[in-house]
T-cell receptor, first 113, second 109 residues
Framework: KAGVTQTPRYLIKTRGQQVTLSCSPISGHRSVSWYQQTPGQGLQFLFEYFSETQRNKGNFPGRFSGRQFSNSRSEMNVSTLELGDSALYLC????????????FGSGTRLTVV | SQQGEEDPQALSIQEGENATMNCSYKTSINNLQWYRQNSGRGLVHLILIRSNEREKHSGRLRVTLDTSKKSSSLLITASRAADTASYFCATDNNNDMRFGAGTRLTVKP
């Protein structure tokens, strides 16, 4: 079966711009979570969506937002980009939640210059 | 914020040796999971152990969980060069999944 697909793989943006990242989960998976990974902070939880509803949220500013569509595909948006937003953004899907174990995508590498 | 802490931060061994990584956490959990990550790619799910389980095996992997000490260990037996990666523990508390900082394992051929 197809894995979790994240697009794009790499992105370079300028400070102040906004960016949208996309994640297509494994077919049948209804839970999608997003994580930010940086060398200094490690893996930080952003948010989780289930059936188009945000079910959990981490401690990130309101510039970070997301949504999930009826086909379970998810997008995350970061507005007013800062240099510190440079990171690997990982999407993970599961059938119903973290208790199932996650399948991760390969990530989107965002560089803010 | 992170929940688990892995120990050691880095581990270097020879092929064929066993590798043991430890994870400590702070709050109660429903389950604990171990993941592997190769060179900044996505994480791969290795094994899940529930809070009422004490030990679990999967191929060359053995995971233990001690909820009284809030700790877990991952043992990789007969390591191979292909096991070189970062290993993360993740704790699930009511669908709130938090990852540790990881252990960087290097297996020398």
């Amino acid at each position: 079966k197809a894995g979790v697909t994240q697009t794009p793989r790499y992105l370079i943006k300028t400070r102040g711009q906004q960016v949208t990242l996309s994640c297509s989960p494994i077919s049948g998976h209804r839970s999608v979570s997003w994580y930010q990974q940086t060398p200094g902070q490690g893996l930080q939880f952003l948010f989780e969506y289930f059936s188009e509803t945000q079910r959990n949220k981490g401690n990130f500013p309101g510039r970070f937002s997301g949504r999930q569509f009826s086909n379970s595909r998810s997008e995350m948006n970061v507005s007013t980009l800062e240099l510190g937003d440079s990171a690997l953004y990982l999407c993970a899907s599961s059938f119903s939640g973290a208790w199932d174990g996650y399948t991760f995508g390969s990530g989107t590498r965002l560089t803010v210059v | 914020s992170q929940q688990g802490e892995e120990d050691p931060q880095a581990l270097s061994i020879q092929e064929g040796e066993n590798a043991t990584m430890n994870c400590s956490y702070k709050t109660s959990i429903n389950n604990l999971q171990w993941y592997r990550q190769n060179s900044g790619r996505g994480l791969v799910h290795l094994i899940l152990i529930r809070s009422n389980e004490r030990e679990k095996h999967s191929g060359r992997l053995r995971v233990t969980l001690d909820t009284s000490k809030k700790s877990s260990s991952l043992l990789i037996t007969a390591s191979r060069a292909a096991d070189t990666a970062s290993y993360f523990c993740a704790t699930d508390n009511n669908n709130d999944m938090r990852f540790g900082a990881g252990t960087r394992l290097t297996v020398k051929p």
